[in-house]
C-alpha cells in the first residue's frame, strides 16, 4: 500500500514564503513522478508542480513558475515544495501524489490527504 502524507502548510503574508514536504512509502519509486496540486475554495483542483524521482526533471504550471520550486530527497522518499513570494490567489489545500507524473489528475494513483496554505493580503 503507497501512502503519501504532506506537512508544512499555514499561514503566511503575501510575499513570504512556506515549504511544504511530502513523504512517500509503499513502492519503489523510481520510474514514477510526485505532483501538487491545489484546490481553492470553490474551484477544481489544479496542477501545481512535478518532478520525476529518477531523473529529477521538473514541470511548473505558469502561475508558480519562477516562484515555487520542488525537490526531491530519494533517500528520503520525501518531496519538496518551496514556495516564495506567495500571493493571496496562491490560497489552496495543497495535495501531493504519486503516479506516472505529468499535469493531469488522472495519470496519479495515490494522493495525500491535502494540507492548507492560506496567504494573507
Known amino acids: 500500500q503507497v501512502h503519501v502524507v504532506e506537512s508544512g502548510g499555514g499561514l503566511v503574508q503575501a510575499g513570504g514564503s512556506l515549504r511544504l514536504s511530502c513523504a512517500a512509502s509503499g513502492r519503489t519509486f523510481g520510474s514514477y513522478a510526485m505532483g501538487w496540486f491545489r484546490q481553492a475554495p470553490g474551484k477544481e483542483r489544479e496542477f501545481v508542480a512535478a518532478?520525476?524521482?529518477?531523473?529529477?526533471?521538473?514541470d511548473y504550471a505558469d502561475s508558480v513558475s519562477g516562484r515555487f520550486t520542488i525537490a526531491r530527497d530519494n533517500a528520503k522518499n520525501t518531496v519538496y515544495l518551496q514556495m516564495t513570494s506567495l500571493k493571496p490567489e496562491d490560497t489552496a489545500v495543497y495535495f501531493c501524489?504519486?503516479?506516472?507524473?505529468?499535469?493531469?489528475?488522472?495519470?496519479?494513483?495515490?494522493w495525500g490527504q491535502g494540507t492548507q496554505v492560506t496567504v494573507s493580503s
Open positions: 518532478i520525476f524521482w529518477s531523473s529529477g526533471n521538473t
Open positions: 501524489a504519486s503516479g506516472r507524473g505529468g499535469r493531469y489528475e488522472r495519470w496519479y494513483e495515490y
